[in-house]
């Protein structure tokens, strides 16, 4: 590990941080624009962030302290696992301490704030999206680990560089046991991300609400941060499955301030393909009943267990 | 039945449009009992000075008339135990008139919220506003249950209305409604105001129908004082409304598809009712048509231009709508939302006299333009839109339905148009109170209206039940056994107005 090994992963850490509310913006933009409608400016998100950051937080009468922690918490684990993911290098320094395993743990520590949160200020809103939110989670949390157990049992490795390195290589092919997790992962992304068909981000419909239920009685500063986390998680699941699926371009960790570049570009291409791709899909499809989410999550896990189990058998038999 | 109900008394001849019969408490009672029967529809309840009055329909024979009882000893008998849709309109009048009503199940008050400068605005002497007692909502037992506050503020940009839901988990055990925050008193702003000023006023009760209710109160204006428009007048009025009913049939289709958040659907849906909105304005010079018609005619004629506006219209829509019907039809996950959602009984449907879509959705065959009809669809009807399924995906039906139907009913009245003037001053002066009443179907439904002019064609009393008031109440019904999170949608496929409940 070198010196100049630390700074990209300083300068990826910054990064996602810096490109998410982008990544937002580009997805609303695409969105308007396949309604027919011309769309907010792809930066509008940062003007968002920074008009709620000066805006007063209201927080209500009964308030925990948890109620204004968990913002900071839920960003910063947040963060901290987008930045284990390989954007435009790989192989770099934290991706060394921390495996996927570890993305998917954090991810939950947020989800687990985030539903206390919501539970804290005792609106029934609150309450009704964190139970919703749970409900999924407990199937969408092990859908997501079949996922990668899948990943992991072909590249040998739970490091996401190592199995980004492994698709790259030879031996990765065209894979059934891949394509069950690719697809459980997609379902996984969309329902973490409060995509529809699980949720809307879009509604003002408090009684459909999941992650908006949680966070509406966040105002200001607080708002912003948590606003900011979910633009960071839409980036990371995306940012996974292209590192993961379509490794090619990626530059590996010392190559040079040329493949860098390369390994950018590579990026934001198919960042920017695979959010055409999630409001496409978006576009094309009505919000589901809620208790048929379940179900949605379910055939991810399923997919990822069948995944796993293809895998064994296919080793065992040969 | 009315026939026999009212044998023994004889019509007040004061009242145009349809027969108002002066009955005593015990006719006033069978009323209630041939209502709990089924056999006669309450369309309408509300209180005046020493009096109530209810509007009955009996649909075996297609009879409409008007029954008042008096009320100088301040109590009334209660509807309300025979025939629960009543409980609310007597709640109102109630609160608007100080009336008791005995019997009354239900004496909560409905539209007074204790934030009045006065009670009972409108009886002859009103008191000075009082603080009320907390609301006492309905309770619901059983173990696990919970409550769900939600409104009168909303976090969409909408009319406020609170509901509390009793929930089992994700299941709705009761659905209680709190209406009347938007109480405007237009009632009592009405009373003394001159037919011209009047007529702006109930143009605004409800902006969605404003064709609607303006030509539910010149028709009730002209009942009283027996005018007749002239038929070029009645042909443009019609026009408008169906004008007015596909602009928000398209925006309801939109807007039900987008709580299902299908909003691809919303935004065709958006544009189709923009250009409907636009062919109004450069037909008629606004785009809601307010303030167009009035007693005596319509205040603007079609030009050859505004009639090619329309054409257009329906040609574009004739093009563009089947394609969203498609859409809708073949959108799997949209269907899945929409059908077997907030199913309204037949029977409920009946019972409520369900106006509009609502009933018609539920296999309630009412449509004031066939039922009691009017000029001049007595003299070119429209075709029913039915369904009885009665669930949110037959409400959409029963508006793509009407849709169609009203675009072929506009080129066909466009091509027959009769010529001559639209407007006819109405001169009549009465000497003593003169009384009309009217039924219009608005976008939503049925829309009552009544008036009774004193001398000097002044406003004593004029009466706007929007159809919500009926509509209301079977939301409550429809919502139950659903999940918490379908409501928005079973909401908007009901549409109902808070402005026009509230008034």
């Known amino acids: 590990m070198s010196y100049s090994d630390w700074l990209i992963q300083l300068a990826q850490t910054a990064l996602v941080l810096g490109t998410a509310p982008l990544l937002s913006g580009v997805t609303r933009k695409i969105r308007a624009r396949l309604l027919r409608r011309q769309g907010a400016s792809v930066l509008q998100p940062y003007r968002d962030l920074l008009k709620l950051i000066r805006k007063e937080a209201v927080v209500a009468g009964n308030a925990s302290w948890l109620f204004r922690a968990a913002p900071y918490l839920i960003f910063a684990t947040t963060w901290v696992a987008a930045a284990l993911v390989p954007t435009f290098a790989s192989g770099l320094p934290l991706g060394a301490v921390a495996d996927i395993i570890v993305i998917v743990a954090l991810l939950g520590t947020a989800r687990f704030l985030l539903a206390l949160a919501g539970l804290d200020v005792g609106t029934s809103f609150g309450g009704l999206g964190s139970s919703r939110e749970m409900l999924f989670a407990s199937l969408a949390e092990p859908a997501m680990l079949m996922a990668v157990f899948t990943l992991s049992l072909f590249a040998g490795s739970t490091q996401l560089s190592s199995i980004s390195a492994y698709m790259l290589g030879p031996g990765a092919g065209v894979n059934i046991s891949l394509a069950l997790a690719l697809v459980a992962l997609i379902i996984v992304s969309i329902g973490e991300n409060a995509r529809i068909p699980v949720d809307n981000p879009a509604t003002h419909l408090e009684l459909t609400m999941i992650h908006e239920a949680m966070i509406l009685e966040y105002s200001g500063r607080h708002l912003a941060v948590l606003e900011a986390a979910a633009a960071v998680k839409l980036l990371l699941y995306l940012s996974l499955i292209a590192c993961v699926f379509t490794p090619w371009g990626t530059a590996v960790a010392g190559a040079g301030a040329l493949a860098y570049a390369a390994g950018l570009l590579a990026w934001a291409v198919k960042l920017a393909l695979l959010a055409f791709l999630l409001v496409l899909f978006e576009t094309a499809i009505a919000k589901m009943r809620v208790f048929r989410v379940p179900e949605f999550l379910g055939i991810a896990l399923m997919l990822g267990l069948l995944g796993t189990i293809l895998l064994f058998v296919s080793k065992v038999s040969r | ?503």
Not at chain 2, 324 to 335: D, F, G, R
Not at chain 2, 418 to 427: H, L, N, Q, S
């Open chain 2, 1 to 503: 039945m009315l026939k026999a109900l009212f044998a023994d008394s004889s019509p007040d001849g004061a009242h145009q449009g349809w027969p108002r019969v002066p009955v005593d408490a015990d006719v006033w009672r069978a009323i209630g009992e041939a209502l709990r029967e089924g056999k006669l529809d309450l369309l309408g309840l509300w209180g005046d000075l020493g009096a109530v009055q209810c509007v009955l329909y009996e649909p075996a024979t297609r009879q409409i008339a008007s029954a008042s009882l008096d009320a100088r000893s301040g109590k009334v008998p209660s509807l309300a135990p025979f025939h629960a849709p009543a409980s609310r309109l007597e709640r109102a009048a109630s609160d608007l008139f100080g009336l008791e009503f005995t019997g009354l199940p239900d004496r909560r008050p409905w539209l007074d919220h204790g934030r009045w400068p006065v009670q009972h605005p409108l009886a002859e002497s009103s008191r000075p506003g009082a603080i009320l007692p907390p609301y006492q909502f309905l309770q619901a037992e059983g173990p696990s249950l919970h409550q769900i506050p939600v409104g009168p503020v909303h976090a969409g940009i909408i009319e406020p209305g609170h509901f509390r839901f009793t929930a089992s988990g994700e299941t709705v055990v009761r659905l209680e409604e709190r209406l009347g925050y938007t109480h405007k008193g237009i009632e009592r702003l009405l009373c003394g105001k001159s037919i011209d000023a009047a007529a702006r006023l109930a143009a605004r009760v409800s902006g969605d129908s404003t064709v609607a209710y303006s030509l539910v109160f010149a028709r009730a204006v002209e009942a009283a004082l027996g005018s007749r428009p002239p038929p070029r007048a009645l042909w443009l009025r019609a026009v408008m409304a169906e004008l007015e009913r596909i602009a928000n049939h398209l925006g309801d289709v939109g807007a039900i598809c987008n709580d299902a958040a299908f909003s691809m659907m919303h935004a065709e849906c958006g544009i189709l009712r923009e250009q409907t909105l636009r062919a109004c304005a450069s037909a008629f010079g606004h785009r809601l048509m307010m303030d167009l018609i009035v007693p005596g005619g319509v205040a603007a004629d079609l030009e050859p231009a505004g009639v090619a506006a329309i054409l257009a219209l329906t040609e574009g829509l004739r093009g563009q709508f089947p394609e969203l019907v498609e859409l809708y039809e073949n959108t799997a996950s949209l269907q899945d939302r929409t059908v077997g959602t907030g199913i309204v009984s037949g029977a409920l449907a009946a019972q409520f006299a369900a106006p509009g879509v609502v009933g018609r959705a539920s296999g309630r065959a009412f449509d004031a333009r066939l039922s009691v009809p009017y000029a001049p669809y007595d003299a070119a009807p429209l075709q029913l839109a039915a369904r009885s399924e009665g669930d949110v995906d037959a409400r959409v039906w029963v508006r793509i339905q009407e849709i169609q139907h009203s675009i072929g009913w506009l080129e066909r009245a466009l091509a027959s148009l009769p010529d001559g003037p639209v407007r006819e001053i109405v001169r009549a002066v009465p000497t003593s109170s003169v009384e009309g009443a009217a039924l219009v179907e608005g976008f939503r439904g049925d829309v009552l209206g009544y008036v009774r002019l004193g001398v000097g064609r002044r406003i004593e009393r004029c009466h706007l039940r929007d159809p919500s008031w009926l509509l209301w109440p079977l939301l409550e019904a429809a919502i139950e056994g659903n999940i918490v999170a379908d409501f928005p949608l079973c909401n908007k496929s009901f549409n109902c107005s808070y402005s026009g409940h509230d008034l």
